[in-house]
């Protein structure tokens, strides 16, 4: 672990995770046209594309609170 990691991990802030652009997984789900709208405005509403958006609401926010 580095002097950098360590520092984040005390302040409570993870390293965001690489992902290597040819290996990485895409899932794609089907939505409306409102639905993609209001991704897209909560995405920037958290300044935050719409794929890193939807990864930190899984991950984030779901997983955590469901093993909770």
Known sequence: ????EIVLKLL???PQKQYDSLR?????????QD?????EKLARC????TSNFI???VF???VDDFVK
């Open 35 to 39: 639905e993609k709208e209001l991704i």
């Open 1 to 4: 672990m580095t002097f950098r």
């Open 12 to 14: 409570g802030r993870e």
């Open 55 to 57: 990864r930190w609401l």
């Open 46 to 49: 958290q300044c935050l594309d």
């Open 60 to 62: 984030g926010k779901y």
């Open 24 to 32: 990485d997984q895409r899932l794609y789900i089907r939505v409306t």
